[in-house]
């Protein structure tokens, strides 16, 4: 019997997301090629989700996808404005992800979802609270616990903590990423790239003890290098999200 020669898993992959708001070629070109100029290591071949805020003809969506090329990043997958779209996305080897349930709009119909099963949990909740004594719940993790990794990240590595925190005792080097669904803790010099809530958890946040990365990141809102240089640079410090900008604090 020929055994299986390969496996189908799920997987979780950090991408950057592209969103398109004017095109305009040559002012587009010069534009998307500085901001890869700024942080090459990161951009280079990275994956790409390209997302169309305004309709776009199928010659400026070749033209679109050939410039980003061009600039070695790799278009995967295409949302937003597509439909007249789809038969050139698929000859071009692309994913239509606007009907994914990663999109957007899924996670906003997801979170009005949720808050109409609160808001009925609550209703029946009130109405049970008369008729029934006071039960203690049961207390849910949120969370699993922290991973921690005691030893140095080095430059190619990639440490991802699902469902928790990342704590890493040692220093991360350059060209080295951490990815966490919470926060990012870095008891070393943090020299690579730190990507905290990065299912959308706005609350996480990054700390470490000597701040000289190239990229942070927090749910998706991040800052390169050269905005990272500061007061607190090369120093303990700590990184959150404050309606959508990131800021740099020391640490107490």
């Not at 943090?190 to 000289?212: F, I, P």
């Not at 990365?213 to 050269?226: D, K, P, R, V």
């Amino acid at each position: 019997m020929t055994e299986t020669c390969f496996r189908m898993k799920g997987t979780t992959l950090t991408s950057i997301v592209l969103e398109v708001v004017d095109f305009e070629p040559d002012v587009f070109e010069s534009q998307l090629s500085q901001k890869v100029a700024s942080a090459p290591q990161f951009f280079t071949r990275s994956s790409l989700i390209l997302h169309i805020v305004k309709p776009l003809a199928a010659t400026e969506f070749e033209l679109l996808v050939a410039l980003c090329r061009r600039l070695q990043l790799q278009p995967m997958a295409v949302k937003g404005e597509v439909g007249e779209l789809k038969p050139i996305i698929n000859d071009l080897g692309l994913a239509d992800v606007s009907q994914s349930k990663f999109t957007d709009s899924a996670l906003k119909a997801q979170r009005v979802d949720v808050a109409t099963q609160d808001d009925t949990k609550k209703n029946s909740q009130e109405t049970s609270d008369k008729i029934a004594p006071q039960v203690a719940k049961p207390q849910v993790a949120l969370f699993k616990p922290a991973k921690v990794v005691a030893r140095p990240v080095r430059s190619g590595q990639q440490v991802y903590a699902e469902g928790s925190d990342l704590i890493v005792t040692a220093s991360v080097s350059e060209g080295a990423e951490l990815l966490a669904d919470g926060n990012i803790h870095v008891y070393g010099t943090l020299r690579g790239r730190a990507l905290a809530g990065v299912k959308g958890n706005t609350q996480a946040r990054v700390y470490c003890q000597a701040l000289d990365a190239e990229l942070i990141s927090i749910a998706g809102q991040f800052i390169m290098h050269e905005s990272v240089k500061g007061d607190c640079w090369k120093k303990p410090a700590q990184v959150y999200l404050e309606e959508e900008t990131l800021r740099i604090v020391p640490l107490a």
